[in-house]
Structures are given as C-alpha cells and as structure tokens.
C-alpha cells in the first residue's frame, strides 16, 4: 500500500491524531507571528522620539485638492520642514508623489501666483494663445523673436488667458519686457 493512503487510513481511524497535528501547527503559526510583533515593537522602541507628520494619500497635482493622512515617523528620519498640520488657505507649489512627506516647501498659504513659486525666481505673466492649456507645474522655456529668454522656467498659475511663470530672477526683466511687448511665447517640454 502507498504511503500517502496508508497516511490517510491512519488518520481516518484515529481523528485526534489529525487535529493533534493541526494545533501543533496553529500554535507554532501563533508563535511566529508573535515573536516578529514582538521584533517589531523592539525595532520601533529604537526610534526613539516620533513625531506627527502629513504624507500624501495620492500622488498629488498644484492646484488639486491636498489629500493626505497622518502617520507618526522617527525625528531622525523626518526633515524639520515636515508639518504636522495644513495651514489654511494651503496650497501645492510642485508635484508630490504619494506616500511623501509634505513639507514647508511643499506647500505654501499665501496668496496669489508667486505662491507656487520657488524661493530665488520671479514671477511673470505672460499671454500665449497656447498658455491656458499649460499644466501648472509643467516646465517650459520661454522665447521672443528667435531667442531663447529663459531656459529653466515653470508654470505656476494660469488665470484666464494669463499663464504666470517662475523664471530665475536674472531672466525676469528679460521675460517681462517680451510680456509686455506680447511677444514672449511659452516652449512646451516633453
């Protein structure tokens, strides 16, 4: 007779014998994951102090809604920008990913169009007929009459058929002049 039907005739008659074998193997499960919740909790005490920060539920978008959940991180593993609570009014100045931490520099209160935009560059509005289906936060360059005025550039607001860009502040007169002459045009990167 093969051993896997002698195995089962065995066990037929004697059923203790099955449910032996099946809590030995319950207790040994239970076991295991108790020594790695308790390995576990072990790891998170060698945190040391934590703290409460926002991170994003969902990749988020300048101009979306700002959707996030709070989770507690280790001080040493979380930048002193991070913020713990959205101030009112908040707004998006870039992208970010889910599952990152929002920080200072992330998000912004304050009104207006240079909101979104980076510390060291200057905002300009500028009119392109192609400007208000520029995504905010997408990269462009920005030419007049053939030159090239402004070769890092990003959408930060579009309001009506004004697309406001941040430039860095050494092309922004450069960048307003062509505004204001209605020749500045915005140069979509892929």
Known sequence: MHVAARARLLLARRPWLYWSVVVAIAALLATSVHQRLGSLDDARQEWGETRQVLVAREPLTPGGPILVDEARLPVAA?????????????????????????????????????????????????????????????????????????????????IDDVVFVAVAADDGPAVAAAAQHGVATLLHLP
Do not use: N, Q
């Open 78 to 158: 979380v930048s002193p920008e991070a913020l713990g609570e959205l101030p009112a009014g908040a707004r998006l100045r870039h992208h970010v990913a889910r599952g990152d931490v929002l920080t200072t520099l992330d998000v912004t209160a304050r009104p207006g169009p240079a909101a979104r935009a980076e510390v060291g560059t200057v905002v300009v509005g500028l009119t392109d007929p192609l400007g208000p289906y520029a995504p905010i936060g997408a990269p462009v360059l920005i030419a007049a009459d053939g030159l090239l005025l402004a070769d890092t550039a990003t959408v930060v607001d579009v």
